[in-house]
Nanobody
Framework: QVHLVESGGGLVQAGGSLRLSCVAS????????MAWFRQAPGKEREFVAY????????YYADSVKGRFTISRDNAKNTVYLQMNSLKPEDTAVYYC???????????????WGQGTQVTVSS
């Protein structure tokens, strides 16, 4: 069982930066792949980035590649999403997710956080 809690969301101007954090409970955090997804009002949840259990393998959606960076600190049971050069279209609720395999498919993740709101003003 894994319990996930996100933080770090907020209101930022276009071009600004935010760092999201997701803290996981449980002793097996280091064995899980971790991912970030986002969902804007009226839209489906979409993949943002994932990191393998070690953090050595990462993958990004084309829309955030070069601007966002996913990383993890297994000693702190925490995964991060550094978001730079934010755009208004990045506005969404951001969720972290965990499961045994790193994938872009949200249905493959069994554990989800409650989400944190990111709003980018133009």
């Amino acid at each position: 069982q894994v319990h996930l809690v996100e933080s770090g969301g907020g209101l930022v101007q276009a071009g600004g930066s935010l760092r999201l954090s997701c803290v996981a409970s449980g002793r097996t955090f280091s064995s899980y792949a971790m991912a970030w997804f986002r969902q804007a009002p009226g839209k489906e949840r979409e993949f943002v980035a994932y990191a393998s259990w070690s953090g050595r393998n990462t993958y990004y959606a084309d829309s955030v590649k070069g601007r966002f960076t996913i990383s993890r600190d297994n000693a702190k049971n925490t995964v991060y999403l550094q978001m730079n050069s934010l755009k208004p279209e990045d506005t969404a609720v951001y969720y972290c997710a965990a499961d045994s395999i790193a994938t872009m498919r949200p249905g493959a993740y069994g554990y989800w956080g409650q989400g944190t709101q990111v709003t980018v003003s133009s």
